[in-house]
């Protein structure tokens, strides 16, 4: 390629030809230099991350100033692939995408239930924690190896997780934080069951968050 393209739109065209990708969206303030005295606005910074075992291990930030499905869209028009996110809506708009799903995130918001729900938390993370320890197990592992261990481990995991779940659902107060953690969860239930399937998918999105920190 041409020395005189951007780096940024390098590292864009080398993120659009992979079949993995993670994104995540996250605030940032913006001042209106041109207004002296005016109030800071709330924009958005959109990021993109090849994974550190691919062919771009790196983060691609796009600005946007809303969090609207129209910056995805633009920056990632009709790649295909897989995609790792948290499941925001705004992704959704992306028709050729297959969608994996953050556990990390289904996690977290059993955590927050935790202080209002303890029994049905509690328990909603130590199954989380068993797919953690496969990971754990099989993290030094191959694509291939990994997802064997994952059909033969985590399956039946997932399947306990679930079943559990669906026991809970109906015995919590609605719009409770344990009942929109419960719904979360199983509203996403494809797309956190896509890295048994394959091995070169993250169970979670944490990378991102790590790459977004060291920003």
């Not at 509690?122 to 191959?142: G, H, N, T, W």
Request: with cysteine; net charge positive; aromatic share 8%.
């Amino acid at each position: 390629m041409s020395v005189s393209v951007p780096l940024w739109e390098l590292m864009h065209r080398k993120l659009l030809v992979l079949d993995h990708l993670a994104a995540d969206e996250t605030t940032t303030p913006m001042v209106d230099r041109t207004r002296p005295g005016s109030q800071t606005k709330t924009t958005y910074l959109w990021q993109y991350y090849g994974f550190e075992d691919g062919d771009a291990p790196y983060t691609v930030f796009d600005f946007a100033l809303t969090r609207g499905h129209a910056a995805p869209m633009a920056f990632l028009g009709d790649v295909s692939g897989t995609l790792l996110t948290d499941g925001y809506s705004a992704y959704r708009k992306l028709s050729n995408i297959t969608h994996a799903g953050c556990m990390a995130h289904a996690r977290r918001k059993f955590d927050e239930a935790m202080a209002t729900s303890p029994v049905i938390a509690s328990r909603a993370v130590a199954l989380i924690a068993k797919l953690y320890q496969v990971e754990k197990a099989c993290k030094s592992f191959d694509a291939d190896a990994r997802r064997a261990v994952r059909r033969r481990e985590s399956t039946g995991h997932l399947l306990r997780l679930r079943l559990f779940l669906e026991q809970e659902q109906h015995r919590v107060v609605p719009q409770s934080k344990i009942s929109k953690a419960i719904t979360y969860a199983l509203n996403q239930w494809s797309d956190l069951c896509r890295f048994v399937d394959d091995g070169r998918l993250p169970i979670d999105n944490n990378a991102v968050e790590r790459e977004r920190q060291k920003a």
